[in-house]
């Protein structure tokens, strides 16, 4: 809004109270347009709840937040889209936690491999004190967690055989998500890692700049990435919690009445994507097998699990604020 004064002199307080009363009317009046990043397509679980998300939060606050979410990672890959949040240059997100340890150390603590006993668990953590705890420590560098989604568990998949012992992983090219813990993990279990965005990882396994990759059924399945790495090998070694995300600049705008609505959109939102989680779980791991994907069941994973003792070690010497962090998820019942 443009203010014009007139020629005539005001004192500065004058002017400065027209200005605050101006900008309190225009933040009154004009809608905040929020955009939302999604790496998903449509109909995926993620972008089902973003969408459900926005919607509810715009009929919650008379339509002074509006939005629209936009899939498949147009707007950046995730890195971008965590700067982005942190300076205000995008007001929502919905994405996997693993990612956002550069910028908040303390979240890698859910990129420890094998740090959650299960869904179960994950969702106790992340619903409780923890979960505020990491919340917290985000707000602090500028993105607010308002609810927690599922992402199930990652399992490493690839081209050539099926993974049995960590020893099948030697010489096997993976790609990570973009996270040094990661490369750690890969490298600790014998295999080599190339941190990657998901957008180019389909032709990667293509064309063999990678041998293999890891993530869940329902992502294994909507990349197509199950057509060219058909061996799934369940290690699940990361179960890794996802978050519906504002930046704290676009929130720190609304009235505390939106904030509660909004707030309420996004647990309304996790309930709706937890749900379609658990559906598109069995469905995604249904239509891959059926495709002729070769699973491959790892009954006892201690192999897998022994070796990421030196994982641990290096993020806690890199870390130390990271032992408190598994001291109370390894407590959480
Ligand atoms: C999917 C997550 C998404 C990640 C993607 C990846 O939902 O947030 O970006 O994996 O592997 O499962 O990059």
Redesign the pocket.
């Given at each position: 809004m443009k203010i014009k004064f007139p020629t005539k002199k005001f004192s500065t307080a004058l002017v400065l109270a027209t200005a605050v009363s101006a900008a309190t009317v225009s933040s009154m009046t004009q809608a905040a347009d929020w955009k939302g990043w999604n790496?998903?397509n449509t109909g995926y679980p993620?972008t089902v709840a973003m969408e459900s998300f926005i919607k509810e939060a715009d009929k919650a606050t008379d339509g002074r937040v509006t939005g629209r979410v936009y899939n498949g990672a147009v707007l950046g890959n995730?890195s971008d889209a965590i700067q982005m949040l942190q300076v205000g240059g995008i007001q929502f997100a919905?994405?996997?936690l693993?990612?956002m340890g550069d910028a908040v150390p303390e979240v890698n603590v859910v990129s420890l491999p094998f740090i959650f006993k299960g869904l179960d668990h994950m969702h106790r953590v992340m619903d409780g004190p923890v979960g505020d705890e990491l919340s917290a420590a985000m707000e602090k560098k500028g993105i607010k967690a308002l609810a927690w989604y599922d992402?199930?568990a990652?399992s490493f998949y690839n081209t050539s055989k099926a993974i049995k012992t960590p020893a099948d992983m030697k010489g096997e090219k993976f790609r990570v998500?973009n996270n040094e813990l990661y490369v750690g993990m890969v490298e600790a279990l014998g295999g080599n890692a190339t941190p990657m965005?998901?957008s180019e990882?389909y032709q990667s396994l293509k064309t063999g700049v990678v041998d293999g990759?890891?993530?869940?059924w329902?992502?294994y399945d909507s990349s197509n990435h199950f057509e060219v790495a058909t061996y799934y090998s369940l290690t699940e070694h990361l179960i890794?919690p996802?978050c519906i995300c504002v930046s704290v600049a676009a929130w720190d705008k609304l009235s505390t009445k939106d904030q509660v609505a909004v707030k309420k959109a996004a647990r309304n939102s996790s309930a709706l994507q937890r749900d379609l989680w658990a559906k598109r779980d069995t469905e995604s791991r249904k239509k891959v097998l059926a495709s002729g994907v070769k699973f491959n069941e790892i009954k006892d994973k201690s192999a897998f699990q022994n070796a990421m003792t030196p994982v641990y070690k290096k993020a806690v010497k890199d870390n130390p604020s990271l032992q408190y962090f598994i001291d109370a998820i390894q407590s959480t019942p």
């Open positions: 790496i998903h993620v995730q919905g994405f996997n693993g990612p992402g199930g990652r998500m965005a998901y990882v990759a890891e993530n869940n329902p992502s890794l996802e």
